[in-house]
């Protein structure tokens, strides 16, 4: 009796501890503090620190090893660093030291884990969401005393434009032109990223409890959060998350659900803040962005599609291995323009070339499939289709979290059951 309650309580500890790390990796992939962007521009060495820190703690606490495959992986990515640092003549190691340790973190998670980390993750942005919501809520009716309130305990630093308490975000250039209500960032730096967290939520959610999406509130509490965001790309990612819960249903009802589907998506083209970002599309002058910054000194991060149009010359000028971690390389630096690109896609091509481009590409299909056998769904290439939509508008796809989702395959892990996936099984097998 005695073991089996010790049992329990390591269990039950583990449980917390498994909880702790996925909480940390979600904030971390919202990035919506100085703190947490650290994982990426290591600005503040503790708040690179800590990830890696509690990864490697996990990694001996459960005695992970890393697969063969995985060590592949990371050799592959070694030579490639070797052969972009001979074509430059330069090392950039804060470069590899930042892939390494996301591929690092994103092994852990799915190794750990397994399955779990969906449901876990799930979990997560569902209290995530209930917390979001209220808070967005008391923004709607009251902004000046939620600002008020949140700004001393802001994380992000003394910045009126920019008040982030770890589990919500207020953005105060996030009202639309057309639109007067606030836009809900949630706990990333931006409502549309904060959209893109809560669709992949959504997507485990119908895969994990094989599309009943009457069983439990979660799916219609994500939704009613997806719907504060107002964000273009998230409606754009919900319209084909419904498309594929309505591909998984019987044929009566497919059929009935597609006309729905298509009048909810010219519905939802017609919205102010649709058609605004759209507009945006047919506005955008690279060469006055660039002007205007080589003058006056001025720091640009363009739309998607701009940013996408500007790596693209990036990828032509560097088509097979990229430029790397050389960022003095980019045709936009090399005329004295400071301008980020926000386009995932854009980002890979530019960054890793025709070379990173397939891999991604493989990679991606290759887990689609596998997601698809393991979860008796049909449709695998919704799996892609979402994270290619990702892809377009968000560097997200870098991102350990996301990684989860399109790098981390089975054969990249031990040997193990895909079809176990109760996310508190041994906890219920314990107590029999």
């Not at 820190?53 to 606490?61: K, L, Q, R, T």
Request: aromatic share 18%; with cysteine; proline share 3%.
């Amino acid at each position: 009796m005695k073991n089996q309650l010790r049992s329990l309580s390591n269990a039950k500890r583990n449980l917390t501890i498994d909880y702790c790390f996925m909480v940390m990796t979600i904030i971390y992939a919202g990035s919506a503090s100085q703190f947490t962007a650290s994982l990426n521009t290591w600005e503040y060495p503790l708040g690179l620190l800590v990830p890696v820190a509690f990864s490697i703690w996990i990694m001996v606490e459960r005695k992970l090893s890393f697969s063969y495959l995985f060590g592949f992986l990371l050799l592959g990515f070694l030579g490639y660093f070797i052969i972009v640092t001979f074509k430059f003549r330069e090392v950039h190691p804060r470069f590899f030291g930042i892939y390494i340790v996301n591929f690092f973190l994103a092994y852990v998670v799915v190794n750990a884990f397994k399955q779990r980390f969906l449901i876990m993750y799930v979990n997560i942005v569902y209290y995530l969401c209930i917390i979001c919501i209220a808070f967005w809520g008391i923004q709607v009716v009251a902004p000046g005393i939620l600002t008020s309130l949140l700004q001393p305990l802001s994380v992000s630093g003394p910045n009126e434009h920019h008040i982030n308490v770890i589990v919500y975000t207020i953005e105060s250039d996030v009202i639309l032109e057309n639109f007067a209500i606030p836009r809900n960032s949630g706990f990333a730096w931006e409502p549309g990223a904060f959209a893109t967290f809560i669709n992949l939520a959504i997507f485990s959610q119908l895969i994990t409890s094989k599309f009943n999406i009457f069983k439990t509130t979660k799916f219609w509490v994500l939704s009613i959060a997806l719907l504060t965001t107002m964000s273009t790309t998230g409606y754009s990612l919900y319209l084909i998350l419904l498309t594929f819960y309505a591909y998984n249903q019987k044929s009566k009802y497919f059929v009935a659900l597609v006309p729905i589907i298509l009048v909810l998506t010219i519905y939802v083209s017609t919205l102010p803040f649709m058609t605004e970002k759209l507009r945006e599309v047919s506005m955008f002058n690279t060469e006055e962005l660039i002007y205007n910054s080589v003058t006056w000194g001025f720091d640009y991060r363009p739309q998607r599609f701009e940013s996408l149009q500007i790596d693209f010359i990036d990828f032509l000028n560097h088509p097979i291995v990229g430029y790397g971690g050389h960022s003095e390389a980019k045709w936009t630096e090399q005329l004295g323009a400071k301008i980020s690109t926000v386009s995932g896609i854009g980002n890979l091509l530019a960054i890793f070339g025709i070379v990173g481009f397939l891999f991604f590409s493989y990679s991606l299909v290759k887990i689609s499939i596998d997601f698809a056998a393991a979860f008796g769904y049909k449709g695998w290439f919704f799996h892609t289709l979402l994270i290619l939509m990702i892809s377009i508008s968000y560097a997200l796809i870098f991102t350990p979290l996301v990684m989860c989702f399109w790098l981390i395959r089975s054969k990249y892990l031990p040997k193990y059951d895909l079809l176990k996936f109760k996310a508190y099984s041994y906890l219920i097998a314990l107590q029999k």
